[in-house]
């Protein structure tokens, strides 16, 4: 019989024990529409995070793409009106979907590798909306190594309705006191990268509440 103690452990890190073992990576998307299934992605941002030898979370690396609009797929004037993408301008330098979506996905499988995480899981603000968006880009390019958990993910409206009483982005980033331009605001990377500074800030703050021991 094998005694515990000559039992192998796997290699772990803190980002990976903090949360089961998921990767957080956060994402935002810019859409012509609102049905995942037949609107057409503009733009994706992916942000991951890391966390020192204190437990502390922050945003490393951001990968952000503006993307073709898939054969056939719809646009809607008054999304475009919303973010001001113009998916057709000359100077747009935008690249097909099925190659966007394998880029992200190798990056993300990259840092589970370096984190010892299994899988990743889905940061948004609104996160259900995000998630349904890449989950059918996975479906309709047939990409089988989608990363992230098929239907769990995190979402930052909900923490920050919790830790501050507001579920708009810009709000929630005003009273975490982190700086929010709303001129910039509806780019995939803006967005993206400041629902990551929000989420670190939250998770940061219950930690030093005492709610997550190393």
Known sequence: MTSPESKQTKPTSLLAGRFRGYLPVIVDIECG???????????????????????????????????????????????????????????????????????????????????YCTRAILVGHNAHFDHGFVNAAAERNKLKRNPFHPFSSLDTASISALAFGQTVLSRACECAEIDFNNEEAHSARYDAEKTAELFCTIINRWQHLGGWPL
């Not at 990056?107 to 589970?112: A, D, G």
């Open 33 to 115: 529409g609102f049905n995942k299934d037949t609107d057409a992605i503009l733009e994706i941002a992916a942000v991951t995070v890391g966390m020192d030898e204190n437990g502390i979370l922050e945003p490393e690396d951001t990968w952000f793409f503006r993307v073709e609009p898939f054969p056939g797929a719809n646009l809607e004037e008054s999304a475009l009106k919303f973010t001001g993408i113009d998916p057709y301008h000359p100077l747009r330098i935008a690249h097909k979907e099925p190659e966007v979506f394998k880029e992200i996905f190798k990056n993300i499988r990259k840092k589970m590798k370096d984190e």
